[in-house]
């Protein structure tokens, strides 16, 4: 279990998806066993799920707790549709999604704290600056499996994705990709900054992860000519956008509302715009009244 303010980024790399659902199946026991133990040994909040939520909410909870010391928020990554799982067990008391919620998830409720977009990335020695959906879709379904099949260097193209049951992979499929599925050549990472890591190593390599998440390390390509800024994905310019979820098995109370009214307050939006996220106000339609729950 790791406490608020611990941060690491863990490397996993997986080269056949045909281990995907044993990696959901080993993040959501691990998730339930440690919160679980976590709960009965130290009390506080849980806030289990996806790993592109996770750092910001760190953030958040460290933010927090400097003002409410006798509260102790626990956050645990594991992905959205594990964190999600863990709510619905009682395993955790607040599950983090970067996806939507399925149908079959409709009796939780959910929260959006925040919207980021989905950034596509490469080194930053590799030439290449835009990309069409059309080329996104041939390079992770296999198609192209050469750089200068693009017009780029003459190399073979590392492709990186996350595992199956990874909001970001869920959102990345459904927002680009379509029906296409991604090819079983690809690199499965564990982590948004597991693909990040790669690719920064990687001169030949391309992956996906939270635009929140970009640093000087790689290099984010514009999609259809618009460039990946917070003021384009404001414009609707750049559509590649999915919900930051905060999720409860029933309506929050204690800790969990007054830490999801921070997160929703002034103070906390301002927090996650600075940390390259876009606020919940300026993707909502103008309606009074905070965000309510379902999405």
Not at 46 to 60: D, M, N
Not at 198 to 208: L, Q, R, S, T, W
Not at 218 to 239: P, S
Request: glycine share 10%; hydrophobic share 40%.
């Amino acid at each position: 279990m790791r406490f608020a303010g611990e941060r690491d980024l863990r490397f996993i790399g997986l080269r056949k998806q045909d281990f995907s659902f044993n990696l959901f199946v080993v993040a959501f026991l691990g998730i339930s066993l440690l919160l679980a133990g976590c709960q009965r040994q130290k009390g506080g909040l849980t806030v289990a799920g996806s790993t592109s939520v996770e750092p910001f909410a760190e953030i958040l909870a460290e933010h927090y707790m400097e003002h409410h010391s006798k509260e102790k928020i626990f956050i645990q990554g594991g992905g959205s549709s594990a964190g999600i799982q863990a709510v619905r067990t009682g395993a955790a008391n607040v599950g983090m999604s970067s996806r939507l919620l399925t149908p079959q998830e409709q009796d939780l409720l959910a929260f959006p704290i925040a919207y980021d977009a989905i950034a596509v990335i490469v080194h930053p020695s590799n030439p290449l600056r835009n990309l069409t959906l059309d080329q996104i879709r041939k390079i992770f379904s296999g198609q192209v499996l050469r750089w200068d099949g693009l017009g780029g260097r003459s190399a073979a193209i590392t492709l990186v994705s996350r595992e199956e049951g990874s909001g970001t992979r869920e959102a990345f499929q459904h927002l680009l990709l379509g029906k296409t599925e991604i090819s079983l050549r690809a690199l499965v990472q564990d982590s948004n900054g597991a693909i990040r890591q790669v690719v920064a190593d990687d001169p030949n390599a391309i992956g996906y992860i939270s635009l929140g998440l970009v640093n000087e390390k790689v290099k984010a390509v514009e999609i259809e000519g618009a460039e990946a800024t917070i003021e384009n994905i404001r414009l609707k310019k750049y559509k590649v956008v999915r919900p930051f979820l905060f999720v409860f098995k029933s309506e929050p109370q204690e800790t969990a509302k007054r830490f999801l009214d921070f997160v929703l307050s002034e103070t906390g939006q301002k927090i996650l715009v600075q940390e390259g996220l876009v606020s919940v106000s300026s993707m909502a339609p103008r309606e009074e009244g905070k965000p309510k729950g379902n999405v």
